[in-house]
């Protein structure tokens, strides 16, 4: 079964998808996503590949006799794998950043195709990196959904632009970027066209924000020099990341873009990108217990103004590191 079911109470829908559970966890052998598998070509450097365990599908079976006038089902939507490297243990901090700019490129060509669906509302480009947020495949990889609706966090973020532009005429992103740079503690890094840091309301003790200082709604609508920029900043923040511990952090990396085929545009909706780490120290998660769960009431375990600056000086220690191996950086 693969369908989307309708949650009449958050005016939100939940995703089923019960072949899900057939697929490989982390397989020791036999990786589908490397070479010589038969599913993927013999070589290539980053990939776009559709997802043999999908929660939405283009062709999807017909749905069980199930809905009601109160409870809708709609099956409808899109799931690609995005494949970093051909090396099945290169993961995105250690690719050169003309490398990383290729799959940036791979991430706006896809997110135009999908967008070009009238059937897609909201292209959502993510990865989830490492077993403590329930990786099953250890071949460094992203996934894209397209989705029929736009999820009900995209759309508490666009309500949020449309009210603040209303308020002060300002884009809201555009005064978090400068409230930070303002205020200056919780800065990471900041590039020609990018800005990185842990804002001051995020759930997540390293939770580190990538935001583009021009105002844009998708990378598709960014410059050759931006591209660039974004794979420079990508890998200076999550090679930060992992000199952090001196280990593979695990991460959520979320890319918020504008939603697509809408009545109308969304012109306050700004870009960027959000990571949510688990990690607390080298050994200890945070956890989403009954209250960020049950009343969607977060807590961050620690101060982000204590945990920026030790992300900052790990990103600085890495770049200078990478600068002699890689001068893009």
Same mark, same amino acid.
Not at 166 to 189: K, S, V, Y
């Given at each position: !079964? ?74 409808? $939507? ?47 480009? *993510? ?9 099953? !495949? ?18 508490? @973020?666009?309500?949020? *632009?449309?009210?603040?532009? @209303? ?19 919780? !800065?990471?890094? @900041?590039? @020609?066209? *990018? ?13 580190? *924000? ?8 998708? !990378? ?19 090679? $930060? ?89």
């Amino acid at each position: !079964m693969t369908e989307i079911r309708y949650n009449p109470l958050l005016r939100d829908w939940t995703m089923v998808a019960s072949n899900r559970h057939k697929r490989p966890n982390l397989p020791k052998t036999n990786c589908p996503f490397c070479p010589g598998s038969g599913k993927v070509p013999d070589d290539y450097e980053v990939l776009a590949y559709d997802n043999d365990f999908p929660a939405l599908s283009q062709n999807p079976p017909t749905p069980d006799d199930v809905a009601t006038n109160l409870y809708h089902v709609q099956p409808y $939507g899109k799931c690609e794998v995005i494949l970093y490297s051909k090396e099945h243990t290169t993961s995105l901090p250690q690719l050169p950043v003309a490398h990383i700019r290729k799959l940036v490129d791979l991430w706006a060509e896809r997110f135009q195709a999908l967008s070009e669906n009238p059937r897609h509302k909201y292209v959502f480009i *993510f990865e989830n990196r490492g077993p403590e947020v329930g990786v099953t !495949m250890p071949h460094p990889h992203g996934q894209i959904y397209a989705y029929p609706y736009v999820p009900q966090k995209l759309r508490v @973020e666009l309500e949020s *632009f449309a009210l603040h532009r @209303e308020e002060t005429g300002h884009c809201l992103m555009c005064d978090i970027n400068a409230e930070e740079q303002r205020i200056g503690i919780r !800065m990471l890094d @900041e590039t @020609e066209h *990018f800005l990185a840091y842990i804002p001051f309301f995020t759930d997540y003790p390293y939770g580190a *924000f990538i935001s583009a200082k021009r105002h844009v709604g998708t !990378m598709t609508e960014f410059t050759d020099e931006e591209r660039t920029d974004l794979a420079r900043i990508l890998k200076r923040v999550t090679s $930060g990341m992992d000199e952090l511990f001196h280990r593979e952090f695990p991460y959520m990396m979320a890319i918020h873009q504008s939603p697509v085929n809408q009545d109308g545009d969304a012109p306050d909706f700004h870009f960027h990108i959000e990571f949510y780490p688990p990690l607390q120290t080298e050994t200890r998660l945070k956890y989403l217990a009954s209250s960020e769960t049950g009343a969607w009431a977060p807590c961050n375990p620690m101060a982000v103004e204590q945990t920026a600056p030790v992300l900052k000086a790990a990103i600085q220690t890495r770049k200078e590191a990478n600068q002699h191996v890689d001068p893009l950086v």
